[in-house]
């Protein structure tokens, strides 16, 4: 079975930086895309980043310039570094990963940027 593991979610100052890193179970590159999601109380749940199999990248126009997703396919990881944090970062952050057979999501982790 497939499972993703996410971590490196804090309580973290506004203006702060926070990694988060998914530990995938089974060779990334089985995945046609991975990608990270938020969801704060009260709101939808959006894309923040995504790399596909290929390597293309996309991100929410809300965090261009400050968040970077990259792989690490020796360890079956995929990071998101989050610099020049907001409030309005907070949120739980979920893993994603999306293939021919399925699609399947991490259980979270907190971010929390104060004020």
């Known amino acids: 079975q497939v499972q993703l593991v996410e971590s490196g979610g804090n309580l973290v100052q506004a203006g702060g930086s926070l990694r988060l890193s998914c530990a995938a179970s089974?060779?990334?590159?089985?995945?046609?895309?991975m990608g990270w999601y938020r969801q704060a109380p009260g709101k939808q749940r959006e894309l923040v980043a995504r790399i596909t199999r290929g390597g293309s990248l996309d991100y929410a126009d809300s965090v261009k310039g400050r968040f970077t997703i990259s792989r690490d396919v020796a360890k079956n990881t995929v990071d998101l570094q989050m610099n020049s944090l907001k409030f309005e970062d907070t949120g739980v952050y979920h893993c994603?990963?999306?293939?021919?057979?399925?699609?399947?999501w991490g259980q979270g982790t907190q971010v929390t940027v104060s004020s």
């Open positions: 994603n990963a999306v293939q021919i057979l399925g699609e399947y």
């Open positions: 089974i060779n990334i590159f089985t995945f046609n895309n």
